[in-house]
């Protein structure tokens, strides 16, 4: 006995198309106009400016070597021709980013206050770290053509996974004391998520998103093959040549931008927590002042 699983995915795509083009449709549109405004934003910006820009986060962030460092390599990049592409990638970066956000926090924090939850989700967060990269470019391109759209769908599919995980596993791994102590006074679920477990939490949650933001970076690259654009199609133009000086210079583009993300969301997440209990004591000295009164 054989099990042709292959065919059954097949009538599956095939029902899609015939029964949901409308809400395929929609979903096009919604993320096409996210991702399209982000990349006219973005590549509207002169290059002095949107250098200026990364060089002033970095050294707001993390300090002057490494605001040293972004101006030279975006001038490199700049001086490889490679900008506007570079711009195009980060607009899908963004994009692929907010959604993933949009839909894996609120997962992550449904995981974490239910355990039945995380029992179903799991194994599809699995499915969607393990599955090869190349696999999900096919249904996208079916179900939503070529373009940045279906390379943005696909890098959400691929990059989803680690700001759940992390935001289920920080929300519960907030210490007893702490939810014992919103109870005690009088915490409503809401207000002891908002105000307890996410402040709490917040380090490992930003570690998710940097983790989702640098997949994100990896994804777009391999989506160029559906016409994604930005420096994947440097890449992919080196590949089909066999050029390695071209294929060289897309890496090293790609390199330097991974590179500037990573480090200015790192530090966001080592600052998110401090935040967080900025807010949350304003808030706390404000309501025992509303109750004093």
Excluded at 111 to 117: C, E, G, I, K, P
Excluded at 163 to 170: A, D, I, M
Excluded at 175 to 185: C, L, R, S, T
Excluded at 227 to 242: C, D, K, S, Y
Aim: aromatic share 8%; glycine share 10%.
């Amino acid at each position: 006995m054989t099990f042709d699983i292959g065919d059954g995915v097949d009538s599956a795509v095939n029902y899609i198309l015939d029964n949901f083009g409308p809400l395929l449709d929609f979903i096009a549109a919604a993320i096409g106009l996210v991702t399209n405004g982000i990349q006219d934003a973005l590549l509207a910006t002169p290059m002095p400016v949107g250098l200026a820009i990364f060089v002033i986060l970095s050294l707001w962030r993390v300090g002057l070597g490494f605001a040293v460092f972004t101006g030279l390599s975006l001038w490199l990049v700049e001086h490889m021709q490679l900008w506007s592409a570079m711009m195009e990638t980060l607009s899908l970066v963004i994009a692929s980013t907010l959604v993933a956000m949009l839909i894996g926090l609120p997962l992550g924090i449904a995981m974490a206050r239910s355990d039945r939850v995380a029992t179903m989700v799991r194994p599809v967060l699995d499915l969607m770290q393990t599955m090869p990269a190349f696999v999900y470019l096919i249904p996208a391109a079916m179900f939503f053509g070529l373009g940045a759209v279906p390379g943005t769908i696909a890098t959400v599919i691929f990059s989803m996974p680690p700001v759940v995980r992390l935001t289920n596993l920080g929300i519960r791994q907030v210490h007893v004391e702490f939810i014992e102590a919103g109870n005690a006074f009088g915490c409503t679920a809401s207000q002891l998520l908002f105000k307890v477990q996410l402040p709490n939490a917040m380090p490992s949650i930003m570690a998710g998103i940097n983790q989702t933001i640098m997949l994100s970076l990896s994804m777009v690259v391999i989506a160029s093959m559906i016409g994604a654009g930005g420096i994947g199609n440097t890449v992919l133009t080196g590949i089909q040549r066999l050029d390695v000086g071209t294929g060289f210079e897309g890496g090293i583009a790609v390199v330097i931008l991974a590179v500037i993300l990573d480090r200015i969301t790192q530090s966001l997440g080592r600052e998110g927590a401090g935040i967080w209990r900025v807010l949350f004591q304003k808030t706390a000295r404000q309501e025992a002042a509303q109750a004093a009164t």
